[in-house]
């Protein structure tokens, strides 16, 4: 059974930074087999893609809104992905999660970032 867990979360200033980790276990194939994805869900939206990692090359797609500010990468010797995020902003705020690409029926409980002076 897939799990995944999400941290790293919390309140950060507009133009700070915070680094999300999700640990993954309970795939059939190797880790290192499945493209990842960090997503995320503000109040009253639908939860939205956020970046993308692939599996063996780790090629990397963002959605535009944070395209240059986020950075997407995996350890594969630890079944963690990560999400790098710089220059918050207000409109940042969400709760995020880790998924595969595309995503499972199973999703981690996510991690609140919310992004307020």
């Known amino acids: 059974q897939v799990q995944l867990v999400e941290s790293g979360g919390g309140l950060v200033q507009p133009g700070g930074s915070l680094r999300l980790s999700c640990a993954a276990s309970?795939?059939?194939?190797?880790?290192?087999?499945?493209?990842m994805s960090w997503y995320r869900q503000a109040p009253g939206k639908e939860r939205e893609l956020v970046a993308t990692?692939?599996?063996?090359?780790?090629?990397?797609n963002y959605a535009d809104s944070v395209r240059g500010r986020f950075t997407i990468s995996r350890d594969n010797t630890k079944n963690t992905v990560y999400l790098q995020m710089n220059s918050l902003k207000p409109e940042d705020t969400a709760v995020y999660y880790c998924?595969?690409?595309?995503?499972?029926?199973?999703w981690g409980q996510g991690t609140q970032v919310t992004v307020s002076s």
């Open positions: 990692i692939g599996s063996s090359l780790g090629v990397t």
């Open positions: 309970g795939f059939t194939f190797t880790f290192s087999n499945y493209r």
């Open positions: 998924n595969t690409y595309p995503s499972r029926r199973t």
